[in-house]
């Protein structure tokens, strides 16, 4: 089982990417999205149900950031606007085969698969 997450780069003040998390060899039951910037922990940034695409998203997140599942793809998205500075970070994507309460997704212990991360940086 293996989760890529792709999408990342360069991007000024502003601008939108929109990272996707492809899973290979299954279907999960909840996915989330982590990020870590450096010398901080690793944050929650939003999180989706696959069965009923109900989903949860940080505080500083709402209203910019959307999280949505592909199921002909097997693959989820986190589409990203108004990305400032402070929203440069490594971005990982995480899935279990639990199907989670909204107020789980935000846990990190809640996840047991973890992709490799892709960097976001967000610099003019």
């Known amino acids: 089982v293996q989760l890529q997450a792709s999408g990342g780069g360069v991007v000024q003040p502003g601008g939108s990417l929109r990272l996707s998390c492809a899973a290979s060899?299954?279907?999960?039951?909840?996915y989330g999205w982590f990020r870590q910037a450096p010398g901080k922990d690793r944050e929650f940034v939003a999180g989706?149900?696959?069965?009923?695409?109900?989903?949860k998203y940080a505080n500083s997140m709402k209203g910019r950031f959307t999280i949505s599942r592909d199921k002909a793809k097997n693959t989820v998205h986190l589409q990203m606007n108004s990305l400032k500075p402070e929203d440069t970070a490594v971005y990982y994507c995480?899935?279990?085969?639990?199907?989670?309460?909204?107020?789980?997704?935000?846990?990190?212990?809640?996840?047991?698969?973890w992709g490799q991360g892709t960097q976001v940086t967000v610099s003019s």
């Open positions: 995480a899935a279990t085969s639990q199907t989670w309460i909204i107020g789980m997704m935000s846990s990190n212990s809640a996840y047991s698969y």
């Open positions: 060899g299954r279907t999960f039951g909840t």
């Open positions: 989706i149900r696959w069965s009923d695409s109900n989903t």
